[in-house]
């Protein structure tokens, strides 16, 4: 299956030029890697930059996601560069209308590539271009999740007023709230500059922090759980499960959870004829997570059900 990376960032002032000479640079080499397929630049009204390259398969994007030079290219744009960024990897499934003015940057030959107007569909990542930029709308219509399942982790992993857990890609902290009747500390984790901001506005006096699944700003065996809820799908599974086993003390548990609709009420399937949902969804939910999971430094896998209802008013 085809794999899409998706970068976006911003700016700082008065780098354009220096950047503008990076940025060829790596898009010339990226055309060299075995598995290239395409790159396309957008600038969003908003000011993002947002860089979209499709490679073959998984196993030629992560050659280029651990190219040296692209490497070496990603630490000179932190440094540099970015007011702030995200990197994002998708299979080609996704897809994004983007509302765009002038291309981002030039493309190798110089000229300035055409931005996409609305009803263009480019292969995308909907929720992280578009979506996740927005964490008060994704706060606010976004369903809670079952105590029983909160319940039922806290129990396994044995967690209680002394522990300190992790909710990784945290987002707006939907399920941090609901954790934190369950543990003494958390510490939130998640790329986005919208959730965090809408996060911490909902959230007062839990620490979220910049990072991402293979980037956690934490130090080694410093939490006694990590949470993933509605995100594992986003995650670099290889790269990200041996970073979280590396913040997990030992013995520590990774819990893993999604709100999926229940498809046995005849309307759920309705809507998501009406959606489109089978075609556009952000990812299988028929993959076997616990066989990914089981392939990384964890054992003792275990799946649960758990039902419960979100009720939305007419405008959500």
Same mark, same amino acid.
């Given at each position: 299956?085809?794999?899409?990376?998706?970068?976006?960032?911003?700016?700082?002032?008065?780098?354009?030029?220096?950047?503008?000479?990076?940025?060829?640079?790596?898009?010339?080499?990226?055309?060299?890697? &075995?598995?290239?397929?395409?790159?396309?630049?957008?600038?969003?009204?908003?000011?993002?930059?947002?860089?979209?390259?499709?490679?073959?398969?998984?196993?030629?994007?992560?050659?280029?996601?651990?190219?040296?030079?692209?490497?070496?290219?990603?630490?000179? !744009?932190?440094?540099?560069?970015? =007011?702030?960024?995200?990197?994002?990897?998708?299979?080609?499934?996704?897809?994004?209308?983007?509302?765009?003015?002038?291309?981002?940057?030039?493309?190798?030959?110089?000229?300035?590539?055409?931005?996409?107007?609305?009803?263009?569909?480019?292969?995308?990542?909907?929720?992280?271009?578009?979506?996740?930029?927005? !964490?008060?709308?994704?706060?606010?219509?976004?369903?809670?999740?079952?105590? &029983?399942?909160?319940?039922?982790?806290?129990?396994?992993?044995?967690?209680?007023?002394?522990?300190?857990?992790? =909710?990784? !890609?945290?987002?707006?902290?939907?399920?941090?709230?609901?954790?934190?009747?369950?543990?003494?500390?958390?510490t939130a984790v998640d790329p986005s500059t919208s959730m965090r901001a809408t996060f911490a506005a909902q959230t007062p006096g839990v620490p979220v922090l910049e990072g991402?699944?293979?980037?956690?700003?934490?130090?080694?065996?410093?939490?006694?759980a990590v949470f993933a809820a509605q995100a594992f799908h986003w995650f670099d599974a290889p790269r990200a499960l041996p970073e979280i086993r590396r913040v997990l003390v030992?013995?520590?548990?990774?819990?893993?959870?999604?709100?999926?609709?229940?498809? =046995?009420?005849?309307?759920?399937?309705?809507?998501?004829?009406?959606?489109?949902?089978?075609?556009?969804?952000?990812?299988?939910?028929?993959?076997?997570? !616990?066989?990914?999971?089981?392939?990384?430094?964890?054992?003792?896998?275990?799946?649960?059900?758990?039902?419960?209802?979100?009720?939305?008013?007419?405008?959500?």
């Amino acid at each position: 299956m085809r794999v899409v990376t998706v970068f976006r960032s911003r700016l700082r002032p008065g780098v354009e030029a220096a950047y503008a000479e990076v940025a060829a640079h790596m898009s010339r080499l990226v055309r060299t890697m &075995d598995g290239f397929i395409d790159e396309q630049f957008y600038l969003s009204p908003q000011g993002e930059r947002v860089t979209v390259v499709r490679f073959r398969d998984a196993e030629s994007q992560r050659a280029w996601s651990e190219n040296p030079e692209h490497l070496a290219a990603q630490r000179r !744009g932190r440094h540099e560069f970015y =007011d702030w960024y995200d990197i994002s990897v998708a299979n080609e499934t996704y897809t994004h209308v983007f509302e765009s003015t002038a291309s981002a940057r030039p493309d190798v030959a110089g000229t300035w590539q055409d931005g996409h107007r609305e009803g263009d569909v480019v292969h995308d990542r909907e929720l992280a271009v578009r979506g996740f930029a927005r !964490g008060d709308l994704y706060d606010a219509v976004r369903p809670h999740y079952p105590e &029983d399942a909160l319940t039922h982790l806290v129990r396994a992993f044995g967690l209680n007023a002394s522990s300190h857990a992790l =909710d990784l !890609g945290a987002g707006t902290g939907i399920f941090t709230r609901q954790l934190l009747a369950h543990v003494g500390r958390i510490t939130a984790v998640d790329p986005s500059t919208s959730m965090r901001a809408t996060f911490a506005a909902q959230t007062p006096g839990v620490p979220v922090l910049e990072g991402s699944d293979t980037a956690i700003p934490l130090a080694d065996a410093s939490v006694d759980a990590v949470f993933a809820a509605q995100a594992f799908h986003w995650f670099d599974a290889p790269r990200a499960l041996p970073e979280i086993r590396r913040v997990l003390v030992p013995g520590g548990g990774l819990g893993l959870i999604w709100n999926e609709r229940d498809t =046995d009420e005849a309307w759920i399937r309705h809507l998501n004829r009406a959606m489109l949902w089978d075609e556009r969804q952000p990812y299988d939910a028929s993959v076997d997570v !616990g066989a990914i999971v089981a392939a990384g430094p964890f054992d003792e896998v275990e799946k649960s059900i758990f039902r419960h209802e979100d009720l939305l008013t007419h405008n959500q």
